[in-house]
Each structure stands twice: as C-alpha cells, then as structure tokens.
C-alpha cells in the first residue's frame, strides 16, 4: 500500500532549507520527494498537508532503560551513586519478566506519541523488550545490562550477563528488520577491568555493536583513576573501546574533548542526554566543543526514573537552549545539528542503514507534525527547524510511522492496546511498592 504526503514540508538533519512538496512512501520505503509544483503521484492513501504539516525522519531516543518507566518518580532529587543504591535497585530486584514487558510497552506508548520510532535499551529480562518491541512495530537496538555481582551456581555474574547477551544476540539481531543487538556492559564502576577488556574482545570478534555507560558523573572519574590506576582516557584505549567499530557511550559527561585531538575516536558514538544529566545534577557535557570534533553524537532521553520524560523533542529544546547558556554564545549547538543528534545519529550509530533522513530510497520512519498552530506562524523553507526546535513541541505530533506502516495516528495507536498496557503497568507499579 503507498501513502502519498501531499504538499507538507519535509525536513532531516542534514538539510539547511526544508522541501515543500510530496512524499511517496510504498513498501515501507520513501518511494520518490517531489517539489510542490509537480503532480503529486498516484496512492492508495493521501495525506494533504495543506502546506500546514511537516515530517521528519523518526527520532531515535539512543539511551534509555524503557521498563524504567514503572520506577518513576521513585528517589527525586538525590545524587545518582545514592539514588541508584537506595531506590533503584531495590525495587529493579522486584521485577518480573511480566513487569519488565508491561513497563517498556507503557514506555513505547510514550514513544510513539511523541514521534520516536526507534530507542537504544539497556536492561536486562531483555526478551520481553523484544516482544514488546516487536508487537508494537517499533525499531530497538538492545543490550543486556552487563554488571559484577556473587556468582550463582559457582558461575560469574558476569559470565551469566556476557551468555544471556549473546543469546539475545542470536535469537533477536536483525529480526524483522527492527531489531539490532549490542554488548551491554553497564560502566566502569559494574564491570572489572579485565571483563571489559573480553567483552571489547567479543565485540570485536564477533562485529556485535557495544553500549556502555562511561563518564556520566565526576564521581567516576576519580574513580577510574583509583581503581584503574589510569586516566579515562587510557581507559578507552587499554581497554580497546576506541579500536572497535559501533562503540556506543551514554553520557560522556566527563569526556574531555581536548582528546579527540591527540586520539582517534570517529568510531565512537557520545549519547548526550541533557535532561537526565542535569536532573540528577551530574553536570553538562561540553557538546558544543564535541560538534567539532570526529565523533559520532546523538541524543537520549535515559530511563524514565531520572528524566523523567521518553520525549525527544523536550530533549532536542533542552540541548539547544542548554548549550548556549552554558557557553553564553547563541550560536552554541546549532536547532539542525541538535535535529541530526536526535534522529540521524542515533540509527547511524545502532548500525541502522538507511534511516534517519528523508531521502529517496530510504526507510520511511517518520514523524508528521501539525504546523496549523499558532506558535509555527511564519514558519517557511528557510527557519522550519528552528521552529521545530524552538517552538515547537512533541504536542506537535500527529502520526508516527515505522517502515511506512502508522504505529500512531490523530491519538490512536494502531497495534497496542493502551488501556490494557495502561492497566497491567499500574499494577506491576502497585506490586513493586508494596
Ligand atoms: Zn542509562
């Protein structure tokens, strides 16, 4: 069936002025973009735009802990060492398989209503994240939580984690076209020196990509120094991080730019996620300095519990705003870089081709967006991304497709039962607290 977007502007990351025109989407594909002057192409479905509606490539929400969306709320306002202690993990060794489905399915809700077509997850009952992942119709790239911890059965915590992963790996990678699978080693302060070096080693033997938590706090930073007897830096390096293809760091906060100077880390890929960083006040990564240098940026949103939003477009406004006030320049963090950070980058870096952009050929995750409001007034050609990510806001959003099938449309969703995701998270929240 092919979908014809009739006369909306359309714009990516990498374009400096949007396209007013027709989109054709057929076989989940962007079958051809025409300009508004030519004859819009037959279809089985049309969308009239009016030139009152936009569309975007899907975001990709490239750091988050989807089932976290049952611990909201939980531990406001302390430090992350002590918020994770005290509330998190307790009430993490509380889940169910059955909570950790119902809890990313009410997390993908969230998603979908607010244009995200893809998220990069790291917990760990993972094969309940495909299936729901799966069933909604939603892309994920996915990693088992890696961490240390007392041996079961005389076999390592660690051995445990590295096996479940690989099976996640050869059960769930590229199905259906939606997933990926990554090596999911949590962060230097979870996994010893040592394991990491192996599951580097994997990684690299195997081409599985990798996501880890680095640098998200100050804390750490002294801590790699006094555990690991090196700088952060050294640490990358020693353990091979910066040699492996498809090396994913969430957060980064504490990375110093400065290196990319005397070290080659294009193969990396920094997850800024602004809102989570300054909610736990873990600081403010340099981004605008980042920008400058050979590495792969893209944008999250982290668990629920410590945003406490899964909106990417709350993100791409926190990040732009951010920025320029942190380095008092308003030319900080550019609304189009932000725009390829949030949508681009992140399906680049979860090994995803073809998608993030809208370009012909391409694979149609999109987001439509309602321009006919009174905050995108004079919103044209030249300034529609500075409208996106200025003024508007994922309240915006109409319709969220995923290999050019609707997921969400007009508040509908269209393979998920919302009542009933809604329902089974209540009580899985219920049980958790009790
Ligand atoms: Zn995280």
Redesign the pocket.
């Given at each position: 069936m092919a979908t014809l977007f009739k006369d909306v502007y359309i714009l990516d990351g990498e374009r400096e002025r949007a396209q007013r025109g027709h989109l054709l989407v057929s076989k989940g594909r962007i079958q051809s973009i025409l300009d508004a002057d030519a004859a819009p192409p037959q279809a089985d479905k049309v969308v009239d735009g009016g030139g009152r509606m936009a569309l975007l490539p899907g975001f990709v929400n490239a750091?988050t802990?989807a089932a976290m969306a049952l611990l909201r709320g939980l531990g406001e306002e302390v430090a992350l060492k002590k918020w994770l202690e005290e509330k998190i993990w307790p009430a993490e060794a509380k889940l169910t398989p059955e909570d950790i489905y119902w809890g990313t399915a009410s997390a993908i809700l969230e998603m979908l209503a607010t244009g995200t077509t893809c998220f990069a997850d790291?917990y760990f009952q993972m094969e309940c994240v495909a299936r729901a992942a799966l069933e909604a119709g939603i892309r994920a790239a996915l990693c088992r939580g890696i961490v240390t911890g007392p041996p079961i059965d005389g076999i390592s915590k660690i051995d445990r984690g590295i096996e479940e992963n690989l099976k996640l790996f050869d059960r769930w990678h590229g199905r259906e076209g939606l997933l990926t699978v990554q090596l999911g080693p949590h962060a230097p302060y979870t996994v010893p020196l040592d394991d990491m070096k192996r599951i580097v080693d994997i990684s690299k033997d195997r081409s599985i990509g990798l996501h880890f938590?680095f640098l998200e706090t100050e804390w750490e930073f002294g801590y790699i120094s006094d555990e690991f007897k090196m700088t952060p830096l050294a640490y990358l390096q020693r353990t091979g991080l910066t040699e492996t293809p498809g090396v994913v760091l969430?957060h980064g906060v504490w990375m110093n730019p400065v290196w990319a100077d005397s070290v080659d880390l294009s193969q990396l890929t920094i997850v800024h996620n602004p809102c989570s960083n300054m909610k736990l006040g873990s600081g403010v990564m340099p981004l605008d300095t980042w920008l400058d240098k050979n590495v792969g940026l893209a944008l999250g949103t982290?668990?629920a519990s410590s945003n406490n939003r899964l909106d990417m477009w709350g993100e791409m406004r926190s990040a732009a705003l951010l920025h320029k006030g942190v380095t008092r320049s308003p030319a900080g963090a550019p609304a189009l870089d932000i725009l390829r950070m949030a949508t681009f980058e992140g399906a680049r870096a979860f090994g995803f081709a073809n998608k993030g952009l809208l370009r012909e050929g391409w694979v149609a995750d999109l987001a439509l967006v309602d321009l006919d409001q009174p905050h995108y007034v004079g919103a044209d050609e030249d300034n529609l991304a500075s409208f996106i990510v200025y003024a508007g806001s994922s309240a915006d959003i109409r319709g969220t497709m995923v290999n050019g099938k609707w997921l969400y449309k007009d508040g509908v969703y269209t393979c998920l039962d919302k009542d009933e995701i809604l329902h089974k998270a209540r009580e899985a929240r219920k049980a958790i607290l009790s």
């Open positions: 750091h802990h790291m938590h969430a982290d668990g």
